[in-house]
């Protein structure tokens, strides 16, 4: 049986009933049982050097780890919102990425209608054993689906988000609407833009790069005449352009 890491995160959780924090437990253990038997130190250090050595791995390659997570999670019950809190809380508290990542994917997978608190407890993970893979996961898929739920939220975290001394809850701000499209509030998205296209910073340069890119997917014309219009960093318009260039759009650049 896997060795239980003890980590307070008293911001996730505040109360948990009993069986919720027997069913967690009980699927946190298994999760980390499996985990454990597939390791492969063949595959660690390559992945571990991949991620520049910030997390320990397993080795275990994104397939098979999903794999191995929807074996053990098909015998459980879908999970309330509390036993998912608890799930969530245990794999963190682990120093392998394969759990956090096991974490996020059970997140994800809460099919209720989203708490308006969860936006506390996305902040918290995308400050807790910070780096791009998950920042960005929390980002587009989890933030994403949270403001689809409450769109009213949208403006007000985002601007303050754009302001966090934290270099990833920045990143995040500028990924909230990666996967909107059509529903992009894109008067949003470019005032998160300029507010941010100074920063000499790879993660942050990118980050918006990435989203000019997708939303150029949506409206080509508007993502080049913002592009035109604003200096950006070289990172930035590069990878802004990515798409409209490889699609040899005419946006009059």
């Not at 027997?22 to 253990?29: G, I, N, Q, S």
């Not at 991620?51 to 997570?69: A, V």
């Not at 809460?110 to 995308?126: D, Q, T």
Request: a positive charge; hydrophobic letters at 35%.
């Amino acid at each position: 049986m896997p060795k239980r890491n003890h980590q307070n995160y008293a911001h996730l959780l505040s109360r948990v009933g009993k069986e919720a924090m027997e069913t967690a437990d009980k699927l946190y253990k298994e999760i980390v049982t499996a985990l454990q038997e597939n390791r492969s130190e063949v595959q660690r250090q390559p992945m571990e050097k991949y991620m520049k050595n910030q997390f320990s791995f397993y080795g275990i390659k994104t397939p098979e780890r999903k794999r191995l997570l929807q074996c053990v999670l098909k015998k459980f019950n879908q999970l309330s919102y509390i036993e998912t809190l608890q799930i969530v809380e245990l794999l963190y508290s682990e120093k392998e990425r394969e759990c956090h990542y096991a974490a996020l994917t059970i997140l994800s997978h809460y099919k209720e209608p989203i708490p308006l608190s969860s936006i506390g407890l996305y902040k918290n993970l995308i400050t807790t054993h910070s780096w791009w893979d998950t920042v960005d996961m929390i980002s587009s898929n989890l933030c994403g689906r949270y403001f689809q739920v409450h769109s009213d939220q949208l403006p007000t975290i985002t601007k303050k988000w754009a302001q966090s001394y934290d270099l990833w809850v920045r990143r995040a701000s500028l990924l909230f609407q990666l996967k909107m499209k059509e529903e992009t509030d894109e008067g949003l998205l470019y005032d998160t833009i300029l507010t941010l296209r100074h920063e000499k910073e790879f993660f942050i340069e990118k980050a918006i790069g990435w989203a000019l890119r997708e939303y150029s997917k949506t409206n080509p014309a508007s993502a080049a005449a913002f592009i035109r219009k604003h200096p950006l960093r070289p990172l930035s318009r590069r990878e802004g352009l990515k798409w409209i260039k490889s699609k040899g759009l005419d946006v009059n650049l």
